[in-house]
């Protein structure tokens, strides 16, 4: 039979079909053989695990609240995150629904959420609410697959309760993870956004505690067959930082006190915070073997370059602070009250001005220092030496290694403005550094682009337009050599005005194993899972890993885009 070129325009006029193929419409393809031109596979087995991001997954009410000066009461199933009408409504009662106690975690004493169960669990999370990307994410993913014809156990989501810290969410929460895995027979295409990753890196850490370490490759040779990172925040957020000093509302009709006071009471938002490359914790396994599980506190322990490289290797300090000389008795309710009043004590002496980088916030140094200031720090400190320094499992603020799973996508937007940085004054507002710019809008590009580490000696690159082309266009550079901890650039020219996919894809790797790192232009943390040209990729490159054909793992763009 002629071959016949696939053109990227061809899948463009019919989006549907390929969004779905690109994570789970495999699912409905008969037995084929390997990429590697090993044994059949049957994709038919295959399965489609979407694991959210930060509050990305719907939370129902769990108790009877009465809300006196509100129309709306709350009762058992009852939509809490996300019900704008019973916001704005009755604003303290779903407070009390939404808060945890920020020292134990637990629920408020007259009412209490927990995650709601299903794919409806993270499609939409409030319909009609005008701010969109804030409620929807999932939607247009699950729309997809549904027209295509996906069964529906093919796609399988895993909400959780995103307020809780990382040991909290093996107790309630990913317990059910491995029978969602086996749900189907066969491995799984795991697709995770955001803090999703994390969520998915701690329970990979949980497994290989939990079973010998001979099985663990095993086990996940058997239950995963790609890893897909979506806008993982590697080296955390620095967004973390403002919403935990000053408040981020992401778009809720709530003040940004109100915000910050959410922000801090749950367990999980310490977990996005950035963190320094060159610091490590101390090995938990020796620990675990030895000591017996739980009650360890992870001592951090950096190499030389933390104190040889300017700001833990991020762009800046994370952080300066403008302090009164003269410390006040009084207590404010936020660092930004705190600066706004600093103006008053000038007359005693200038305001002394703290910095403080990646590893200074994520050892708690940050938070010890302004703790006379700012009250909300001490519930922040008593989280961080708890949850995470003291976690059973690992100390999730700390850089993680490539898992050891056969295919592993990591996918990212880049060139969009990013804060990196934030500096608190009487006449400053807070804003990010402007000369570094680039990250996906809510993650900076040195946290996401920490898995180009994971790449091996060799790496090829190509960069193609988004936009629908022939093929003709693409830019190639083959076993590029690369250094960890060096870092990687492409070297390739860039029109003006159009937005470019670029790939660097390991040359050599170990044997089964494939490593991808993709960069999209201009793609939003938050809709990135939306946008039709990643959708459209992942179709082609699955479309390679299951053809009866396929030899090698890697093949030029402009190749993958022959089929019969």
């Not at 396929?550 to 993958?560: E, I, P, Y």
Request: proline residues 6%; charged residues 20%.
């Amino acid at each position: 039979m002629p071959r016949r070129r696939l053109r990227r325009g061809d899948l463009a006029c019919s989006v549907a079909v390929a969004v779905a193929v690109a994570a789970v419409a495999v699912a409905a393809v008969g037995a084929v053989g390997g990429g590697d031109g090993g044994a059949d596979f049957d994709y038919r087995k295959l399965s489609g695990i979407i694991i959210p991001g930060f509050a990305s997954t719907q939370l129902r009410a769990w108790s009877v609240l009465d809300c006196p000066y509100s129309p709306f009461d709350f009762n058992p199933l009852d939509s809490v995150w996300l019900d704008t009408a019973k916001l704005l409504s009755a604003v303290n009662c779903w407070l009390k629904c939404m808060l945890l106690d920020p020292y134990n975690q637990t629920d408020h004493p007259e009412c209490k959420s927990r995650p709601d169960s299903g794919l409806s669990a993270i499609t939409e999370l409030d319909p009609g609410y005008i701010t969109g990307p804030l409620s929807s994410v999932w939607k247009e993913w699950v729309k997809w697959c549904v027209e295509f014809g996906i069964e529906a156990n093919a796609i399988i989501a895993v909400p959780y309760d995103w307020r809780l810290p990382p040991s909290m969410l093996e107790e309630r929460d990913l317990l059910t993870f491995e029978t969602a895995l086996k749900l189907r027979g066969g491995p799984s295409l795991v697709f995770a956004h955001s803090m999703g990753n994390n969520v998915f890196r701690y329970f990979l850490e949980w497994l290989k505690l939990e079973i010998a370490p001979k099985h663990y490759i095993r086990w996940l040779d058997e239950h995963i067959h790609a890893y897909f990172a979506v806008g993982a925040p590697l080296l955390g957020s620095t967004e973390a930082v403002k919403a935990a000093l000053s408040g981020a509302t992401f778009g809720l009709p709530v003040s940004e006190g109100t915000a910050r006071l959410m922000f801090n009471a749950f367990g999980s938002s310490l977990w996005l915070m950035p963190f320094s490359e060159y610091c490590k914790a101390d090995n938990i396994y020796w620990k675990h073997f030895f000591e017996g599980k739980g009650g360890c506190h992870h001592r951090q322990q950096c190499d030389e370059m933390e104190y040889k490289s300017e700001y833990s290797g991020w762009p800046t300090n994370l952080v300066s602070i403008e302090v009164p000389t003269v410390r006040d008795t009084e207590a404010y309710p936020s660092i930004m009250d705190t600066t706004e009043n600093i103006t008053s004590s000038m007359e005693c002496g200038k305001p002394t001005l703290l910095s403080f980088s990646a590893r200074e916030v994520s050892d708690g140094t940050l938070f010890k220092t302004i703790k006379d200031w700012d009250p909300q720090s001490i519930g922040l400190i008593h989280q961080l030496e708890k949850y995470y320094q003291g976690d059973p499992v690992l100390n999730p603020l700390t850089p993680w290694e490539r898992p050891p799973i056969k295919n592993v996508f990591c996918i990212y937007g880049l060139d969009s403005k990013t804060e990196v940085g934030y500096y608190f004054a009487p006449s400053n507002s807070v804003t990010g550094k402007p000369n570094n710019s680039s990250g996906d809008g809510t993650v900076s590009y040195n946290s996401l682009s920490w898995c180009k580490n994971w790449l091996g000696p060799k790496v090829n690159i190509t960069r193609a337009p988004q936009a629908e082309h022939d093929g003709s266009d693409l830019q190639t550079k083959m076993n590029v050599d690369h250094h960890v901890g060096q870092g990687i650039l492409p070297n390739m020219t860039r029109t003006p005005h159009v937005k470019y996919i670029t790939y660097f894809e390991d040359a050599e790797s170990i044997l089964g194993w494939r490593t991808a790192v993709w960069e999209l232009d201009k793609a939003n943390h938050r809709n990135i899972v939306r946008m039709p040209v990643l959708m459209r990729e992942l179709w082609l490159e699955m479309w390679h890993d299951m053809h009866p054909d396929a030899k090698s793992k890697f093949v030029t763009k402009d190749k993958l885009m022959d089929t019969d």
